[in-house]
T-cell receptor, first 113, second 115 residues
């Protein structure tokens, strides 16, 4: 079974629209971490955020915000007022207590100018 | 800012050749990883390494693969006899370890093309 599910394979939005990328995870651990990484066309993996399982506070960083809900095992990522530079593949990941990281299949976001 | 560095950034090789991909993890990190990403696909776990030995490995990490930390700074991935399907981006990553408290730091990747 997938530990991290990103049901949206590809999303296209017009510049300045808001977009939410979904992430649903599965774990039996009580202590775990959730991550989002961005992979631009150049291929590197860029860390965006880490959230531990005990901190359900939503976080905002500029145009980025994250909504962590343990009740639904979701860790969704919203980009407000999207820009062309946001076009990338975004990966959600889960890390459990054994230091193993599990990546979702990624959501490819295209922002159309 | 500390970073994980990988070399080469791109390697082209003939099928059947041996390839060594090199990584320098962040100096105080204790856990090291290799991941693979075939073009357009997801990031797949290959192997994790701690205390100078493999701690976990995936089904992908068969006898053709090996890892080594030869000198306390480099962390290498060797593919003994490359196949066409080994063409992928290979990412090295490290974390400071202990109870999982940190960010997994990735290198920029080494793109391997097997012809």
């Amino acid at each position: 079974a997938q530990k991290v599910t990103q049901a949206q394979t590809e999303i296209s939005v017009v510049e300045k629209e808001d977009v939410t990328l979904d992430c649903v995870y599965e774990t039996r651990d009580t202590t775990y971490y959730l991550f989002w990484y961005k992979q631009p066309p150049s291929g590197e993996l860029v860390f965006l955020i880490r959230r531990n399982s005990f901190d359900e506070q939503n976080e905002i960083s500029g145009r980025y915000s994250w909504n962590f809900q343990k009740s639904t095992s979701s860790f969704n990522f919203t980009i407000t007022a999207s820009q062309v530079v946001d076009s990338a593949v975004y990966f959600c990941a889960l890390s459990e207590a054994d230091n193993q990281f599990y990546f979702g299949t990624g959501t490819s976001l295209t922002v159309i100018p | 800012e500390p970073e994980v560095t990988q070399t080469p950034s791109h390697q082209v090789t003939q099928m059947g050749q041996e390839v060594i991909l090199r990584c320098v993890p962040i100096s105080n990190h204790l856990y090291f990883y290799w991941y693979r990403q075939i073009l357009g696909q997801k990031v797949e776990f290959l192997v994790s390494f701690y205390n100078n030995e493999i701690s976990e490995k995936s089904e992908i990490f068969d006898d053709q693969f090996s890892v080594e930390r030869p000198d306390g700074s480099n962390f290498t991935l060797k593919i003994r006899s490359t196949k066409l399907e080994d063409s992928a981006m290979y990412f090295c990553a490290s974390i400071n370890g202990g109870v999982n408290t940190g960010e997994l730091f990735f290198g920029e990747g080494s793109r391997l093309t097997v012809l």
